[in-house]
T-cell receptor
Framework: DGGITQSPKYLFRKEGQNVTLSCEQNLNHDAMYWYRQDPGQGLRLIYYSQIVNDFQKGDIAEGYSVSREKKESFPLTVTSAQKNPTAFYLC??????????????FGQGTRLTVV | AQKVTQAQTEISVVEKEDVTLDCVYETRDTTYYLFWYKQPPSGELVFLIRRNSFDEQNEISGRYSWNFQKSTSSFNFTITASQVVDSAVYFCALSEGEFSGGYNKLIFGAGTRLAVHP
């Protein structure tokens, strides 16, 4: 089955610690994304990557870092510099149908809680 | 600037009622794409529909229908004869149409939480 796998589903972190969220896709999509969702809010873009070894900051990149060493993988590290990391994190990948028409597929999310 | 507004934070209906979720967008582009996603309690986003700015035909898929009106910058979603399984958060989203090598930033609304009661 093709899809996007995020792990773990729930993650607890102590203040001051870095933590890495995993995202793997076997859809052969070039583009991948990380979004953050807070209660009562829509999704906000953290980072995105259009191709291997390249990534760009989204709207709320401060306190986060990513890597894209393989097409299938786009891990997100939440660093101690992120002041309010408790949130639901969604990974996505997308296919472009040409002329800008695109469709994004989402993983099941990781719920991060700082304790 | 692009923006998506879903003014209804929460809607509560009784099963079999029809319900319309509103979505108003802002963009300066002439080519853009609009989306609706469903987020059930499990958390993942389920794709429902994609519509480009040149196609204003309404679309119907089973109990779901979408009304796209460029004149009012709206892309409303109607569920006919709602069911308990329709309970979820629904997001409207916008992306610009400029081709950029496979990447298109999605701008999401805040979402509407729909509760369908038996």
């Amino acid at each position: 089955d093709g899809g996007i796998t995020q792990s773990p589903k729930y993650l607890f972190r102590k203040e001051g610690q870095n933590v890495t969220l995993s995202c793997e896709q076997n859809l052969n999509h070039d583009a991948m994304y990380w979004y953050r969702q807070d209660p009562g809010q829509g999704l906000r873009l953290i980072y995105y990557s259009q191709i291997v070894n390249d990534f760009q900051k989204g709207d709320i990149a401060e306190g986060y870092s990513v890597s894209r060493e393989k097409k299938e993988s786009f891990p997100l590290t939440v660093t101690s510099a992120q002041k309010n990391p408790t949130a639901f994190y969604l990974c996505a990948s997308s296919i472009d149908y040409g002329t800008g028409d695109t469709e994004a597929f989402f993983g099941q999310g990781t719920r991060l809680t700082v304790v | 600037a692009q923006k998506v507004t879903q003014a209804q934070t929460e809607i509560s209906v009784v099963e079999k009622e029809d319900v319309t979720l509103d979505c108003v967008y802002e963009t300066r582009d002439t080519t853009y794409y609009l989306f609706w996603y469903k987020q059930p309690p499990s958390g993942e986003l389920v794709f429902l529909i994609r519509r480009n700015s040149f196609d204003e035909q309404n679309e119907i898929s089973g109990r779901y229908s979408w009304n796209f009106q460029k004149s009012t910058s709206s892309f409303n979603f109607t569920i006919t004869a709602s069911q308990v399984v329709d309970s979820a958060v629904y997001f409207c989203a916008l992306s610009e149409g400029e081709f950029s090598g496979g990447y298109n930033k999605l701008i999401f609304g805040a979402g509407t939480r729909l509760a369908v009661h038996p």
